[in-house]
């Protein structure tokens, strides 16, 4: 009889822990605020740090420039617009796209930099006009937060 009691609390104990910081000696009361408190000390909203370098882009016809851009950001939130600039930096495959940087020269209240994902290549100095959807306020985690990101730019002429 011993052994069916203690067979039948290990099987509730696994039933009932779902991995790691679960089980029941586990405090399951902790609320969001409880774990926003907890990651205060880490910088979770940080920004992905770029340097301005030297160039200056004509736009095209339809494209607007990066300053404008972060100007007004909030009236291009959720639009598909165009821009033109350098790519100053490439990540290739992360999280299933590649991640481009442009500048093209112009600034807004030192922001001069706008982060690009894409199924397309990019070569560091080559100057691509884009086209896709702007986001704000898009936090990735582990520190990756962008304030404007375009999402699934093409490649236009």
């Not at 039933?15 to 907890?38: M, R």
């Not at 494209?63 to 851009?69: G, R, S």
């Not at 992360?94 to 982060?115: R, Y």
């Amino acid at each position: 009889m011993k052994k069916l009691i203690i067979l039948l609390t290990v099987v509730l104990l696994f039933t009932y822990c779902k991995g790691p910081g679960s089980g029941p000696l586990v405090k399951e009361s902790f609320s969001k605020e409880d774990q926003n408190q907890k990651m205060e000390g880490q910088n979770h909203k940080a920004q992905v740090k770029t340097e301005k370098i030297d160039i200056v882009v004509e736009p095209c016809g339809e494209c607007i420039t990066i300053a404008k851009l972060l100007a007004d950001k909030k009236s291009y939130s959720g639009k598909v617009i165009k821009i033109k600039g350098k790519v100053t930096k490439f990540n290739p495959a992360i999280m299933g796209k590649n991640w481009v940087h442009i500048q093209d020269g112009s600034e807004f209240q030192g922001g001069f930099d706008l982060t690009i994902t894409t199924d397309i290549q990019a070569a560091v100095g080559e100057t691509i006009t884009f086209e896709g959807k702007i986001v704000l306020d898009k936090d990735f985690g582990y520190g990756y937060f962008y304030n404007v990101l375009m999402e699934d730019g093409k490649s236009v002429l």
